[in-house]
């Protein structure tokens, strides 16, 4: 689901719902809580960060 600045509402990774708490929370949220840790981790792990 391709949005603009509004959040999705299947994760755009692992296409489950993403919870109503979580898209009033963050309104422009695209992932799944999830899949939105998973991306963090990589990221941070990406940059040489522990």
């Not at 993403?18 to 840790?37: D, G, K, L, V």
């Amino acid at each position: 689901v391709k949005t603009c600045g509004a959040a999705a509402l299947f994760c755009v990774d692992c296409d489950r719902p993403i919870p109503q708490e979580r898209r009033a929370a963050h309104p422009t949220a695209q992932r799944c809580f999830y899949c939105q840790s998973l991306l963090e981790a990589n990221a941070k792990h990406y940059r040489g960060q522990a």
